[in-house]
T-cell receptor
């Protein structure tokens, strides 16, 4: 148990659907992250929030829309996705954003399949 | 560009020792991390190196040579539960984390 919970664990959606991924952390951290993990590829950072403000958006398509209502919750809203968006989406948190030696605490991810 | 290289897959025998290498070319260096990820589970932190040398933590050790842009993770007395992917990541001069694609370690009895 890492203290970071993601739901749902698995999601299958059509290209015209709208769905949301949810992440909750119980660690009192100030920074939260969304990563995309595709098979045999490095983790891709999508979004970073620090104290509920977005501090980074790594050229992610607008069909992915993040929301951080408070420092414990993070959402990723999905709409009109493409099959190449199928991947494992990982949420992570850390005490502060960008600190040198701070480790990330990850959730178990949502395995997304876009049909 | 920035790059982290690690072997895609390795196989080792239960009870043996295995070394997983990681080489990096990044814009600056502010530390190197190793994470373990079991299939279908969250990556979990294993080690952090910022100075040259070996850091030992139980059965796992991590080594860093900044001049060579090289690190390795050493796993001793391998157990079946060590079957997992091992991710190497470097924090660059902008404090961004640059990730390798991970090494899938298969342990055979």
């Amino acid at each position: 148990e890492t203290g970071v919970t993601q739901t749902p664990r698995h999601l299958v959606m059509g290209m015209t659907n709208k769905k949301s991924l949810k992440c909750e952390q119980h660690l009192g951290h100030n920074a939260m992250y969304w990563y995309k993990q595709s098979a045999k590829k490095p983790l891709e950072l999508m979004f970073v929030y620090s104290l509920e403000e977005r501090v980074e958006n790594n050229s992610v398509p607008s069909r992915f829309s993040p929301e951080c209502p408070n420092s414990s919750h993070l959402f990723l809203h999905l709409h009109t996705l493409q099959p190449e968006d199928s991947a494992l989406y990982l949420c992570a948190s850390s005490p502060q954003e960008g600190a040198t030696n701070e480790k990330l605490f990850f959730g178990s991810g949502t395995q997304l399949s876009v049909l | 560009g920035q790059n982290i290289d690690q072997p895609t897959e390795m196989t080792a025998t239960e009870g043996a020792i295995v070394q997983i290498n990681c080489t990096y070319q990044t814009s600056g260096f502010n530390g190197l991390f190793w994470y373990q990820q079991h299939a279908g589970e969250a990556p979990t932190f294993l080690s952090y190196n910022v100075l040259d040398g070996l850091e030992e933590k139980g059965r796992f050790s991590s080594f860093l040579s900044r001049s060579k842009g090289y690190s390795y993770l050493l796993l001793k007395e391998l157990q079946m539960k060590d079957s997992a992917s091992y991710l190497c990541a470097v924090r660059d001069s902008n404090y961004q984390l640059i990730w390798g694609a991970g090494t899938k370690l298969i342990i055979k009895p």
